[in-house]
């Protein structure tokens, strides 16, 4: 079975500060997806970011970088210089590659707020 | 391109009555996908639909929900006898193939009085 943990509920950081929101995963799949949504407070969700488990280059995007540790089974988002529309909940995801299950396993969420 | 749209965005029904919530995925996808964020209990996935098929319905309560997509037209989910639990949000996501990135609606939120 699959399964996501965001441990953090809630994180509070003043503007311009670095955060990092964790993602801890497990599954027995050797090959699977690994993903970040945002959900501001409009409440769609956003897409950000998609990663294979096979590539554990480190991304980053702007302000925001990821850190695949494949090892610790870990897929960690960091925003760097953190603004007030940062401010939303984030959620890490999982999904298998093969097989017959393609849903993603979601994680509880980081409600992020970043303060002026 | 036009995101994955959703309607209603907002639907409030009475204990008893029938809810009925639509997605039109993404132009270009065949793969549909339905979740509900119930409060306090994260997004769970509910079905997984392909053109006129069911592909995985594992997420869903046995009783009183259904869901199709017709060879015409958007993906439905169908709520009967609708309970003040299944107030929640309903989330519609669509891929061009599967597995891949599945891109989100906007959301129905249910209310059930």
């Known amino acids: 079975a699959q399964k996501v943990t965001q441990a953090q509920t809630e994180i509070s950081v003043v503007e311009k500060e670095d955060v990092t929101l964790d993602c801890v995963y497990e599954?027995?799949?050797?090959?699977?997806?690994l993903f970040w949504y945002k959900q501001p407070p409009s409440g769609e969700l956003v897409f950000l970011i998609r990663?294979?488990?096979?590539?554990?280059q480190n991304e980053i995007s702007g302000r925001y970088s990821w850190n695949f540790q494949k090892s610790t089974s870990s897929f960690n988002f960091t925003i760097t210089a953190s603004q007030v529309v940062d401010s939303a909940v984030y959620f890490c995801?999982?999904?298998?590659?093969?097989?017959?299950?393609?849903?993603?396993?979601f994680g509880s969420g980081t409600q992020l707020t970043v303060l002026p | 391109n036009a995101g994955v749209m959703q309607n209603p965005r907002h639907l409030v029904r009475r204990r008893g009555q029938e809810a009925r919530l639509r997605c039109s995925p993404m132009k270009g996808h065949s793969h549909v996908y339905w979740y509900r964020q119930l409060p306090e209990e994260g997004l769970k996935f509910m079905v997984y639909?392909?053109?006129?098929?069911?592909?995985?319905e594992s997420g869903m309560p046995k009783e009183r929900f259904s869901a199709e997509f017709p060879k015409e037209g958007p993906s439905i989910l169908r709520i009967q006898q609708v309970v003040r639990g299944d107030s929640a949000a309903y989330f519609c996501?669509?891929?061009?193939?599967?597995?891949?990135?599945?891109?989100f609606g906007p959301g129905t939120r249910l209310t059930v009085l």
């Open positions: 639909l392909q053109k006129e098929n069911i592909i995985d």
């Open positions: 996501a669509s891929s061009p193939s599967s597995p891949d990135t599945q891109y």
């Open positions: 995801a999982l999904s298998e590659a093969w097989g017959s299950a393609r849903q993603l396993t």
């Open positions: 990663r294979n488990s096979f590539d554990e």
């Open positions: 599954t027995r799949d050797t090959t699977y997806y």
